[in-house]
Each structure stands twice: as C-alpha cells, then as structure tokens.
C-alpha cells in the first residue's frame, strides 16, 4: 500500500513512491514468479469511500494511478486483490484497480469480478486465486467454490497459488489456532483449515495475509504454507510498532509441479521514517516466524535456521 490521498494528500510518499521499492526492487525483479497482495483502491480521484461500523477503526485506502507502474517495475506478475481494502472505494474503485493492473499486464484475482487467474511464465501455466471475508472479495467461507476452483485451477495449470485474507489481527494473534477466529466481530475464518482444504482441492502453494504479523509456515502433502506474512511496504495509516515493523520476504523453490524443494525467509523492517522496506541485520522476520513455527507445529518437517533458510527435511532422506 504504497500511499492514499484519502482523506488528503499528506498520506501520499514524495514523487511517484519509487523510492519506497529501492531495498526490495532486485530481489523481486529477480524472481520467476513475484506474487503480492495489494490493498486499496488504484483510483487518482472519485468513488464513494465506504462506511465502517466502528470509524475509529476504519482506514481507507485510494492509490493515485500514477504509482501503480511501480508494481510492474519491481516484478509483479500476480497481485491478491481479496482483502478488508478491495471496496473501500466501492464497484468504482474495484473496477478502476483491475483495468489499471490489465494496463500493466499484471495479473490479479480475489475480488467479486473475477476469481481466478492463469499466466503463462517460462513455459509453465501458472493460476491464482484468493478469497477473504469481506465485501467486494471472493469469500473465504464459500467452500464449495473454492474446492471448485482449485480443482479446475489444478486440471489446467503447473503451478497453483492460493492466497487469503484470514485470521485475527495484531500481535496478540500471531499463533495459528487451528480454530475459527474472529477480530472485532467479524468472522475471520478457521485459517488451518481452509490451507489444507486448498491443497487437498489442488493448490501448490498458500499464502496467507490479513493479521499484519507473521505467522507460522509449514508444509503439508509437499506443498508450502505460509500462514500469515505481516506487512511488506506500506506508507503511512499502518502500524509499524514491534512486531507490526517485520517485513518478511519469502523466497520459495519449487518443482515445476509446484512441489516445495526449499526456501528463504529474507527479513526487512519497515520504520516510521517512511522509507520502504530495510534490511533487518537483527533477522527479525525470520527469527519470529522460526520460532512460531517451531511452537505451532512442532512436528513439521521444515527446518528454518538463524539466518531463515528453509529446509525441507523430506529431500534430504
């Protein structure tokens, strides 16, 4: 979330918001497949913003269209548009995000319009969906739909990604529960369950986004679950206190089939000098989302080391 001129302009970085990517940008062009998860609205001006329940609580996002070519200079070639931002600007402001991000030739799914993606990358088909519990998404309580479209994703492509928006935010929610969760009345979802509904549907890899901390990764039937990645960039309107600040960069290696071989956990932090993503020397990301992971799952056959390398221990029987 790179900015939003709603309610005013102090909310937008300087420039065009390049400058936000300048710790992150190599590692993400550099990589076969860059998937992220965008929230707000790509929408210089317009729209009806929405209406919360609770307005000390509410936050609305709007993008001047103007920055959004940094998504395709970074990298991107899927962005997760299923989250508690995808209406904040209504149909308008749904409908403006997804002819910028066709503009660019970036592909995106999890809103109400479209559920599904496929791009072709390298030779290999790969497809995405994503689902959240809020207005304007694909939601994550629609079961039978998501089983549908894993299968039909899992029949035409090499490659699935599954993304969602799920579970209860903020530190005190950083342990995956393997229970339904909620976060200020609205039903978060069973997030363990709906991972592995994913792959045993047809998913390769899931990746989890929504409690603004790091959660646990594990593995399951040789597929990569990342249970929640915290924030990566974002200016000004988030938290960046404590745990809050971790920014996570995950680095998967994958078989062309979407089988899990080993990974890297690169830690950046973000700080309230708005300057984008740094490089955490302190490992934070990776250390926290080791020891969840050590405490969540204590079985699992992933191996993270000090400095956040992942290491599948079934490819090294």
């Known amino acids: 979330m790179m900015g939003t001129n709603y309610p005013n302009a102090s909310y937008l970085p300087k420039g065009d918001g390049a400058y936000l990517w300048d ?3 190599e590692r993400l062009a550099n990589a076969d497949i860059t998937f992220g998860n965008l929230e707000g609205a790509l929408l210089t001006k317009g729209g ?3 209406r919360c329940n609770n307005p000390s609580l509410c936050y ?3 993008t001047p269209e103007k920055y959004s070519f940094n998504y395709k200079e970074v990298g991107f070639d899927f962005l997760s548009l299923a989250n508690n931002h995808a209406n904040d600007f209504g149909q308008t402001g749904r409908l403006n995000t997804q002819r910028v991000l066709d503009s660019l030739n970036i592909a995106f799914a999890g809103s109400t319009e479209k559920s599904y993606t496929i791009k072709e990358i390298n030779g290999l088909k790969i497809g995405m969906a994503a689902y959240a519990p809020n207005r304007g998404t694909r939601s994550i309580h629609n079961y039978e739909e998501i089983k549908k479209t894993m299968k039909l994703l899992n029949a ?3 490659i699935v990604i599954a993304s969602f928006h799920g579970g209860a935010e903020g530190a005190k929610n950083r342990h995956v529960t393997r229970k339904r969760e909620y976060y200020y009345g609205e039903n978060r979802g069973n997030v363990y369950e709906l991972a592995h509904m994913m792959i045993d549907n047809g998913a390769d890899v899931v990746i989890g986004h929504g409690p603004h901390v790091v959660r646990a990764i594990d593995v399951y039937k040789g597929r990569l679950i990342a249970y929640s990645l915290g924030n990566f960039l974002t200016y000004k309107r988030f938290s960046m206190k404590g745990y809050a600040g971790e920014s996570p960069l995950l680095e998967l290696e994958l078989t062309s089939e979407g089988e899990f071989l080993a990974g890297q956990i690169h830690s950046y932090r973000q700080s309230y000098d708005h300057l984008g ?12 989302i080791k ?7 204590p079985n699992s056959l992933l191996n993270i080391d000090g400095s956040g390398r992942i290491n599948y221990l079934e490819n090294s029987k």
């Not at 993503?277 to 926290?288: E, F, M, R, T, V």
């Not at 020891?291 to 799952?297: A, G, P, Y």
Request: some cysteine.
């Open 23 to 25: 710790g992150v940008r």
């Open 48 to 50: 009806t913003a929405k």
């Open 60 to 62: 609305v996002f709007r």
């Open 156 to 158: 035409q492509c090499d």
């Open 277 to 288: 993503p740094k490089l955490d020397p302190k490992n934070g990301a990776s250390l926290s």
């Open 291 to 297: 020891k969840l992971s050590e405490e969540d799952f």
